[in-house]
């Protein structure tokens, strides 16, 4: 009895995974592209198949965007905005040694100048100068971090605008065929 419950499991979950295949095999053009389309006109599965190729073709043409380069481009943008987000984590390095090296320098002038121990003027100057460094670093991090977030929503919106002209072009072609047409 358990073999059995088994043995039509097993069963069970290969007729689903071939028919899970066998879907994606069948997959449209347009529904790859996250539009729907209805026959209207009796229109059967090969020309189908046919009309969206054609009209793939010419609303590339029309808008002046291919959706499956767009995609590649995409992923591109988004490599180099990990980048620029990397890139800021890391900016303004350096700068609270900087700070110390410079407050340390005035702190020695000023305590020379004020009590006769240039000593502790520049400990007090370099201590000042690693906090105002730390201050000018998170600083240029914030700044380029939004520059990175700032690019990065501009990218994503040209393309989505991209891809909807694309998609209002493949409508239009597909529903002179008499097709009907959502997305």
Request: proline content about 1%; glycine content about 10%; overall charge positive.
């Amino acid at each position: 009895m358990k073999t059995t419950m088994k043995t039509l499991t097993v069963a069970a979950l290969l007729a689903v995974l071939v028919l899970g295949a066998v879907q994606a095999q069948q997959k449209s053009l347009a529904s790859t592209l996250g539009v729907y389309v209805f026959p209207n006109g009796g229109q059967d599965a090969s020309t189908q198949s046919k009309d969206e190729g054609e009209c793939y073709t010419w609303a590339v043409q029309q808008a002046g965007v291919d959706p499956f380069q767009l995609a590649e481009q995409a992923k591109a943008q988004q490599a180099q905005a990990q980048a620029s987000a990397e890139a800021a984590k890391s900016a303004g390095s350096g700068a609270r040694a900087g700070g110390a090296l410079k407050g340390a320098a005035a702190g020695a002038l000023i305590g020379e100048i004020a009590s006769d121990d240039a000593g502790q003027g520049a400990a007090i100057g370099a201590a000042a100068g690693v906090v105002a460094g730390g201050a000018r670093k998170r600083g240029a991090q914030r700044q380029a971090q939004a520059q990175a977030e700032a690019t990065t929503q501009q990218v994503q919106a040209a393309t989505a605008q991209q891809m909807d002209a694309f998609k209002k072009a493949f409508s239009v072609c597909l529903e002179a065929k008499k097709y009907m047409v959502k997305y």
